[in-house]
């Protein structure tokens, strides 16, 4: 990093992305068991009928906003629904948020699903970041430079340091992709998967980045990558494991700040993370 920055700083930051994150997630625990019906879900179509925003996400947004706001007024937040909230006399620091990822599990009563929440200096290093899964009662964070974390509500925090090393050659490594919702791109991704499926045996797909990458973290999964993700998909999960020791390879997209990124651009872009010996196995652009 070419900034340099104080550990009560970072603390202080950490303490209020978890705060965030836990708001968004109180919000999501919300709601009842069973599939929410169309109509209870208030559902928008994004991108396409299995990628819905509900009524959950844009309250989740909202409570994690209201933490931000008011602890941190000089910070600037982009988020995945109400998209980026400027100040004048702006600190330097910028919030990603994601209120939902996993939106089409937790409609579903699927688990895997989490509020996301990270920040980033003036040159986009990433300084703090938290997944909060409540169906799950998890909690992943991370501090630049002091490692990555896990909760579950029982015991202390457990550091995580990354997969297990050697399953490659054991052949029980497990593989974590996602696919796009754009039937095109989809059809791309299947018939890129049996290559990028060498090395593994065996693969999952769970439906949210963000814990995706989590799970890399706590040794889940060995590895996992994935085109087409938003900034706000990945800030807290690369993060995290990053700061569990784990190779990690964010895209370079242009800045929601710059208008970015394009479809295109998005879509062109992977997401990896994993333990060293897998850093051969995705593509690099």
Request: aromatic share 8%.
């Amino acid at each position: 990093m070419s900034a340099q920055y104080s550990l009560d700083l970072l603390a202080g930051l950490l303490a209020t992305a978890r705060r965030a994150a836990a708001a968004g997630a109180a919000v999501l625990s919300g709601r009842e068991a069973g599939t929410l019906a169309v109509g209870d879900a208030e559902q928008e179509t994004k991108s396409s009928g299995s990628d819905w925003v509900t009524a959950f996400d844009l309250a989740a947004e909202k409570a994690v906003r209201d933490v931000l706001a008011s602890e941190r007024p000089r910070d600037v937040i982009t988020g995945e629904e109400d998209g980026t909230t400027t100040v004048e006399d702006p600190s330097g620091f910028r919030w990603s948020i994601d209120p939902l990822d996993g939106t089409t599990n937790f409609i579903r009563d699927i688990v895997y699903y989490a509020t996301s929440v990270a920040v980033a200096d003036a040159e986009g290093h990433w300084l703090a970041g938290v997944v909060s899964a409540p169906a799950l009662d998890r909690e992943y964070w991370a501090v630049r430079g002091g490692g990555a974390f896990r909760s579950d509500g029982r015991g202390a925090p457990r550091q995580l340091e990354g997969p297990t090393a050697g399953r490659a050659g054991a052949g029980s490594a497990l593989l974590a992709t996602g696919f796009s919702y754009d039937p095109g791109v989809r059809a791309e991704q299947a018939a890129f998967l049996p290559g990028l499926m060498d090395g593994f045996g065996d693969m999952r797909r769970l439906g949210s980045a963000a814990l995706d990458l989590c799970l890399v973290a706590d040794g889940t999964h060995d590895a996992y990558g994935e085109r087409g993700l938003n900034e706000h998909d990945f800030a807290a999960g690369a993060l995290i494991a990053e700061e569990a020791g784990c190779w990690v390879r964010r895209p370079a997209l242009t800045s929601p700040l710059d208008g970015g990124p394009s479809d295109a651009e998005r879509l062109a872009a992977w997401t990896c993370a994993g333990s060293i010996e897998f850093s051969g196995r995705f593509p690099i652009e």
